[in-house]
């Protein structure tokens, strides 16, 4: 079953690394922007068909050769949680490198062909836009804080009665293989990460609020429909994420005050339903929403401004993926090459939005 999982998340990880140029806006490919006149040039087209087909390849040898691995060389479960990860990874850093040198040749290929030539670059804006958000309500984020909270608060009334050792790791099979001593830091430490957690999700609902839309000015009624939606059901993401690792979190927390509630099939199913559930949800948002609410069908239509362009942004995405323009004001932007957001890294707030987080995470878990 393990290798089941394992080999899931490499099939999910290629097949979604393989089809994201697919999911993206058409006017943005491997991180470069493009103007709607040259959306369907077979050279681009082509760069995409090959991106795919590449990636899609490369991930599926990689993935028949895993299975064969495990399969008959049975290794022990330390070594196949071991080598699994870093077939992951290794399988990710090949789609982006391959990225990356896709983004060469696009940016090459918008040069010399002179794309923005005779063009005049405007930014469409909607002045109503923060008032037709329709993003999920706020309280609705903080209600499980609140949750985690009452949990952290119900610890400390049950103290006396756990166990002098805490479990702070589970293995494979959802048997516990790490402890703490019981201190009055350790016994609330997990319900701490998942608060940290669920702050993150809600700045991330909270940011689009103040992240400016970018309107394609070819049809600006579309963008701004697709661009509202979007917001929507990446909110609506971010809560269904919020309430499955409370959930999770949740229950591993109370076994550890409850031992009685404690169970390694749940231990071992609950994180494996999350993860299949996540996953799923996540490429039906992908496909059906997809960057920008690009894939989403609009009827709108309005007159494409004659001869204008929206604003060419490559100076300020690095490698089409980091976004670093000091004279925007917003903290999240949308990403260039994948489905959500990113930060504007010249921001300062960003880099704490960044790594507070991760910061607290971390000395939380160093602490045990």
Known sequence: MIIALFGF????????????????????????YIPDSHTKDSVVIKLKNTYTTVVLTF?????????????????AEETLALVSVGVQFTTLFVSIGYYFMM???????????????????????DVKFQEKL???????????????????????????????????????????????????????????ILLVMQGMFLMMSEG????????NPANKKASLVQQLAFRKYTS????????????????????????????????????????ILTFAVVGIYAIKVGQSGSRLKVEENSPAIENKIAVDEDRYWKGGMFYMNKNDPSIMVEKRFGVGWTLNFAHPISWIVLLMPLLLIFGISFLL
Do not use: C, N
Request: hydrophobic share 55%; charged share 15%.
């Open 9 to 32: 998340i490499l099939l999910f990880i290629t097949i979604l690394q393989a089809f994201m140029p697919k999911f993206l806006k058409p006017t943005e490919a491997f991180g470069v």
């Open 134 to 192: 329709k993003l999920i309500p706020r309280v609705l984020f903080i209600i499980p804080m609140f949750v985690t909270i009452g949990l952290i608060i119900y610890t400390f009334m049950k103290y006396d009665q756990m166990p002098e050792m805490i479990p702070t790791h589970w293995g494979p099979t959802g048997e516990a293989d790490a402890f703490s001593e019981k201190t009055y830091f350790s016994v609330v430490a997990l319900p701490l």
């Open 59 to 75: 991930g599926m040898i990689i993935f028949l050769v895993y299975l064969w691995w495990a399969l008959t060389q049975k290794p």
């Open 103 to 125: 983004h060469l040749r696009m940016k090459r290929l918008k040069e010399t062909q002179g794309w923005l030539i005779g063009k005049s670059e405007v930014r469409v804006v």
């Open 208 to 215: 689009m609020k103040f992240s400016g839309a970018r309107l």
């Open 236 to 275: 609506l993401l971010a809560l269904f994420i919020t309430i499955g690792i409370t959930l999770m979190m949740g229950y591993f927390h109370l076994q550890t005050i409850h031992p009685e509630i404690s169970s390694s099939l749940i231990m071992w199913a609950l994180p494996l339903t999350f993860l």
